[in-house]
């Protein structure tokens, strides 16, 4: 086993896990074992609104289900806070993070016409009302907060295994970026005692500590998080981390063009296991999806079927373009 390489799973339990996560976790799990890289899980539910109590379990289940192996125990994000907690403080006391009460209407009105190099999707770029605060300022102390990370005014640039370089700067395109979920002001704020205590982590922060943590190397997700990437650089430059190398996988549509979901029908994993679908079936679509030709693919087990798609493994193979071939 390649030792020096890492990989890694990360469903969030917000809901089923279906056809379009099936698929970048095969890839995920094809391309390591290709590398004879270690493959580890992580349960990213730091989401707490929208986590649903029963969708870590299925979303293991659908993995063993599909026949996807990984080593160790899972990490789960909502059991890090101290963890997360920590690195704020680190974060706090170099002056890397500010609180920053604005609301999203806040930085609407705030920002005037849509800058020229911000992502659409992304919402305006946070023009910095509260970026003034220094470590040593008092603390808000009767309205919410979360922390925000400054980023640095450079361009930032990364080689993706699917899409070749991307190149951002994100102080220009995003602005400082939240590190926190918004919070009340605690007794400690209120008193300017040296002990913090955070809101839960953001996304964007305890993705980037976990992955260096796990020491994972080797990162397949959606495209719909190529901007994020931009956002966790910095944080690991600043932490001191290496950047992994990253795969976006274009991410699986309808026939409309837009994101799956509900609307297309129902392409949960766990309904089709209850239908009676066999895995191999939903594998071989992922294959299929993936550029290989399935008509090599047909009767073979399960694990027959994995050994083959490991075995003939190349991201050069693989598509760009979204995918809107259902099962
Ligand atoms: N938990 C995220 C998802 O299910 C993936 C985040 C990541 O891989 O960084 O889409």
Redesign the pocket.
């Known amino acids: 086993m390649n030792r020096h390489r890492k990989g890694?799973l990360?469903?969030?339990p917000t809901g089923s896990q279906h056809l379009g996560?099936a698929r970048?976790f095969l890839l995920a799990f094809w391309s390591a074992m290709h590398e004879g890289s270690e493959l580890c899980l992580r349960i990213?539910d730091i989401d707490s609104p929208r986590v649903k109590s029963w969708a870590m379990d299925q979303a293991i289940e659908d993995l063993r289900w599909l026949g996807i192996s990984w080593s160790g125990d899972p990490i789960v994000q909502t059991q890090r806070n101290d963890r997360y907690g920590q690195v704020l403080d680190s974060l706090r006391i170099s002056n890397r993070i500010y609180p920053c009460v604005c609301s999203r209407r806040d930085i609407e009105q705030a920002a005037s016409a849509p800058h020229e190099s911000e992502p659409q999707h992304e919402g305006p770029r946070y023009p910095g009302t509260c970026a003034s605060w220094r470590h040593g300022d008092a603390l808000p102390k009767e309205q919410p907060y979360c922390w925000r990370f400054r980023v640095d005014d450079q361009e930032l640039q990364f080689s993706d295994l699917i899409s070749g370089t991307h190149r951002l700067n994100p102080a220009r395109s995003l602005g400082d970026f939240p590190v926190t979920r918004k919070g009340s002001p605690t007794l400690t704020d209120r008193s300017n005692s040296s002990v913090h205590c955070y809101p839960p982590a953001a996304?964007q922060l305890a993705?980037v500590i976990d992955?260096m943590d796990q020491g994972v190397t080797d990162?397949?997700?959606?495209d719909?998080?190529v901007i994020?990437t931009f956002r966790?650089i910095q944080l690991i430059n600043v932490l001191g981390g290496s950047i992994p190398t990253y795969a976006h996988v274009p991410l699986v549509c309808g026939q409309d063009g837009r994101r799956l979901a509900k609307r297309h029908g129902d392409t949960r994993l766990a309904s089709y296991r209850e239908q009676g679908v066999a895995p191999e079936t939903v594998v071989r679509w992922a294959a299929g999806v993936s550029g290989w030709n399935t008509a090599n693919l047909s009767k073979l087990s399960l694990s027959e079927l994995h050994l083959q798609l490991i075995d003939t493994f190349s991201w050069s193979s693989l598509p760009r373009d979204k995918v809107d071939r259902l099962l």
Do not use: K
Not at 219 to 222: I, P, S, T
């Open positions: 890694r990360a469903p969030s996560n970048t990213e996304y993705v992955d990162v397949v997700r959606g719909d998080l994020s966790q």
